[in-house]
Nanobody
Framework: QVQLEESGGGLVQAGGSLRLSCAAS????????MGWFRQAPGKEREFVAA???????????DYAGAVKGRFTISRDNAKNTVYLEMNSLKPEDTAVYYC???????????????WGQGTQVTVSS
């Protein structure tokens, strides 16, 4: 079992930055792919970014209004923590942000086995 806890969310003005953290406990995340997803009110949870467990590969959402170039996912296996650095935030980035851990580096929610409770990010215009 892996327990995940997100932190670092809050209220920020458009153009600002936040750094989300996802601290894991129970087991090491070194052998798990880690992903960030977000869910806005009335919408489904959507993929944001993922980090492979081997090779250090990163993946970012490429849908319209996506985050590549503004967000950066990283992990520190020694601290059992994954991060999401978010820059140039836009009001449409407002959502609850969740981190997940799973056996494969995927973009679907069903590819992640463990989830945190989420942290709210609100971007004001």
């Amino acid at each position: 079992q892996v327990q995940l806890e997100e932190s670092g969310g809050g209220l920020v003005q458009a153009g600002g930055s936040l750094r989300l953290s996802c601290a894991a406990s129970g087991r090491t995340i070194s052998s798990y792919a880690m992903g960030w997803f977000r869910q806005a009110p009335g919408k489904e949870r959507e993929f944001v970014a993922a980090h492979s467990w081997r090779g250090g590969r990163t993946y970012y959402a490429d849908y319209a209004g996506a985050v590549k170039g503004r967000f950066t996912i990283s992990r520190d296996n020694a601290k059992n923590t994954v991060y999401l650095e978010m820059n140039s935030l836009k009001p449409e980035d407002t959502a609850v942000y969740y981190c997940g851990a799973g056996p494969v580096t995927g973009t679907r929610t069903d590819e992640y086995r463990y989830w945190g409770q989420g942290t709210q990010v609100t971007v004001s215009s």
